[in-house]
């Protein structure tokens, strides 16, 4: 059967919205997600899609990530720790195993981790139910046990899903998803059941589309970022509105990119006042308590999915 909307959420118009006020009455609340990637040297393939786009093994892509986890990331936090910034880890779960380390210079900062599945060489695609959910579980096993922490969130390994990917994140107790780029607010999605938002992580200001797909200059880049703030702190003043800025330490923290970057994060923290710095979790939580209820009300008053604790019902079970 073919669908010509996957039914995920309901179009919501930007105005007129009920008001989203931050903590403090912050306008914007702000969050950072470096990822935190491993890819193993020579993956199974997938019919779908090349592990390694220049072919199976690469050892320059393999060597270049290398580099990011062993001298990248650790002056990305080193920057972060001059700005006094959490970062929410966009994480390569079987990355525990593989750098503990990292895992454990990560945790004694206490920031957020949340799940890139293991491998970000292993797609979503064409996997049983089963196989999701065995990813899951161990996901939120593997965190626990390496950090005490219970993974709220997210990403797709690779932004691969299947039909059932969203549903079975909500049912494993997870709060956010970031594998969806609708809007510049949370929203809550039309699972079958829990309450999972759509947290606005980012394709547009993602160091990966700037240097590896736009080409641009770490000039630009700042440019970009101070604009992309600037726009959505106005817009805050009449509802909060979030900005995520996902990031690869193996772009970002190269020598010549790493300080005009640090421009950006001068004028973003230069607005304290106006600005909620947390973390996803943070973000994700608040508004489930805080919003969630009123969100969908104003959808149902619009026309879409009714209220409930979900979006479960014929709405969302025609599109599955």
């Known amino acids: 059967m073919t669908f010509s909307d996957p039914n995920l959420y309901d179009y919501w118009p930007y105005e007129g919205r009920p008001k989203i006020t931050w903590p403090g009455g912050k306008k914007l609340a702000f969050w950072i997600a470096p990822n935190i990637e491993y890819y193993e040297f020579d993956p199974p393939p997938?019919?779908?899609?090349?592990?390694?786009?220049?072919?199976?093994?690469?050892?320059?892509?393999?060597?270049?990530?290398?580099?990011?986890?062993?001298?990248?990331?650790?002056?990305?936090?080193?920057?972060?720790?001059?700005?006094?910034?959490?970062?929410?880890?966009s994480l390569s779960v079987g990355l525990i195993?593989?750098?503990?380390?990292?895992?454990?210079?990560?945790?004694?900062?206490?920031?957020?981790?949340?799940?890139h599945g293991i491998y970000n060489t292993r797609f979503s695609y064409d996997m049983s139910e089963a196989q999701e959910r065995a990813v899951l579980a161990d996901s939120i096993r593997s965190v626990e046990a390496a950090t005490g922490q219970r993974?709220?969130?997210?990403?797709?390994?690779?932004?691969?899903?299947?039909?059932?990917?969203?549903?079975?994140?909500?049912?494993?107790?997870?709060?956010?998803?970031?594998?969806?780029?609708?809007?510049?607010?949370?929203?809550?999605?039309?699972?079958?059941?829990?309450?999972?938002?759509?947290?606005?992580?980012?394709?547009?200001?993602?160091?990966?589309?700037?240097?590896?797909v736009q080409g641009w200059?770490?000039?630009?880049?700042?440019?970009?970022?101070?604009?992309?703030?600037?726009?959505?702190?106005?817009?805050?003043e009449q509802s909060g509105t979030v900005m995520c800025i996902p990031l690869h330490a193996y772009l970002v923290s190269q020598p010549h990119r790493l300080s005009p970057f640090e421009e950006a994060l001068k004028h973003i923290c230069a607005h304290r006042d106006d600005v909620w710095f947390a973390t996803g979790a943070e973000i994700a939580g608040y508004y489930?308590?805080?919003?969630?209820?009123?969100a969908i009300s104003d959808i149902a008053a619009r026309g879409g999915a009714r209220p409930g604790t979900g979006f479960s019902g014929p709405e969302r079970e025609a599109g599955a």
Not at 99 to 104: G, K, L, M, S
Not at 106 to 115: D, L, M
Not at 288 to 294: A, G, I, K, P
Request: glycine share 6%.
């Open 46 to 89: 997938n019919p779908k899609r090349q592990p390694w786009p220049r072919g199976n093994p690469d050892v320059t892509g393999y060597s270049q990530r290398t580099w990011g986890n062993t001298v990248g990331h650790w002056r990305m936090m080193d920057l972060f720790d001059k700005y006094s910034l959490r970062g929410s880890i």
């Open 97 to 115: 195993d593989h750098h503990p380390e990292i895992i454990e210079a990560v945790a004694a900062r206490n920031w957020e981790f949340f799940s």
């Open 151 to 212: 993974i709220r969130g997210y990403l797709a390994p690779a932004l691969t899903h299947t039909e059932r990917t969203l549903d079975l994140i909500a049912e494993h107790g997870f709060w956010y998803s970031c594998d969806l780029f609708q809007d510049d607010q949370p929203q809550p999605l039309k699972t079958r059941t829990g309450k999972l938002v759509s947290l606005p992580y980012s394709l547009e200001v993602n160091d990966v589309i700037a240097y590896s």
């Open 217 to 236: 200059s770490p000039d630009r880049y700042t440019d970009i970022l101070k604009r992309h703030f600037d726009q959505l702190l106005k817009e805050g």
């Open 288 to 294: 489930r308590d805080n919003f969630w209820d009123m």
